[in-house]
């Protein structure tokens, strides 16, 4: 017995020294970093910006791949599916978790095939319209719609996206019917939305800046219940006649739940680092960005306090995706 025992021991130490050295030797080869969404859009954004650091700091390639479509599904199937070494990660919008109540059937479990490994920023949503619209607020909008049901077109990163929720929850507050023409990314959306195909969409500040600052598209209300920094002139839409709206999604990072310990809490050190980099810092600002950081349990409670809060939303607005 005192031999079995023994050889258990041995067994267990070899275990967690081999588990050990895989975490020190990691990253060893390039990592596949799957961005649920197309370029261009807040997801896409977080993710470069975030992962350009890791990889300097890391001295290893951390590769883009932006896999889009039904709303963050396809991609994350991808890592669920992945092998459970580390070197596929996820970067989404906490509103994916919240999918299984938009879909009635999912290729993964949005809650047990993954684990966070750090809550990476959050960013306000904006309102904004085709500058060709009669429209310069939101109570305008309101108006217009009502006058015209289901008239009216809207954007969307995709069915279920952080933008589909957003635009749904305003329509249930504000009581309009608009039609929802969902793309494989707010890239792609907010491109249609310049050439006046789509009358409006609900996209992030990051990605709306540019063109609100050459006038392309026009501004009508921040989704946080406070002005964001960036556009202090904007009024929320709380503040614009729709008191009880609020949406504000987070970004995180995520890999398979099988993946482990010792890599979870490498990367999650290492993506700690860099979002509190100082160097950092104007460049959050100037995109309205608020980086967040924590450890992967503090990804966890984020995580599902996320997704209480979106799957009310999505239940309220009975909002389905097919």
């Known amino acids: 017995m005192a031999a079995i025992r023994l050889l258990g021991t041995c067994i267990g130490f070899m275990i967690f020294a081999c588990g050990m050295a895989w975490g020190q030797q990691y990253p060893a080869k390039p990592v596949r970093v799957i961005i649920v969404f197309a370029p261009g859009g807040a997801t896409d954004i977080v993710g470069r910006i975030a992962f350009q650091k890791v990889g300097e700091q890391l001295n290893q390639q951390f590769v883009i791949d932006n896999r889009a479509g039904a709303a963050g599904t396809i991609g994350a199937a991808i890592v669920a599916k992945s092998p459970p070494d580390g070197y596929t990660l996820m970067v989404y919008s906490t509103t994916l978790l919240a999918n299984a109540h938009l879909y009635r059937k999912l290729p993964y479990d949005p809650l047990k095939d993954f684990v966070g490994l750090t809550p990476v920023a959050r960013l306000v949503n904006m309102l904004a319209v085709h500058p060709s619209m009669p429209v310069r607020t939101v109570k305008d909008l309101i108006a217009l719609a ?69 006038s392309k598209i026009r501004p009508l209300g921040v989704t946080s219940r406070k002005r964001a920094s960036t556009l202090p002139t904007v009024p929320s839409i709380a503040e614009s006649g729709v008191p009880e709206y609020e949406a504000v999604p987070y970004y995180t990072i995520s890999v398979s739940s099988k993946v482990p310990a010792e890599v979870v809490r490498k990367l999650n050190a290492d993506l700690d680092s860099v979002l509190k980099q100082p160097e950092l810092t104007p460049r959050w600002a100037e995109l309205g960005i608020t980086p967040l950081g924590g450890s992967p349990d503090a990804a966890v409670k984020r995580n599902s306090a996320e997704t209480e809060t979106w799957t009310k939303v999505i239940k309220s607005a009975g909002i389905r995706a097919d």
Request: charged content about 10%.
């Open 146 to 214: 009502k006058a015209h049901p289901g008239e009216l077109n809207y954007g969307s990163a995709g069915a279920g996206s952080a933008t589909h929720i957003a635009a749904e929850l305003f329509k249930a507050l504000a009581k309009v019917n608009l039609t929802h023409i969902p793309y494989k990314g707010s890239g792609p959306a907010m491109t249609d939305l310049i050439g006046g195909q789509i009358q409006l969409m609900f996209e992030n500040v990051p990605t709306a800046l540019p063109f609100i600052n050459a």
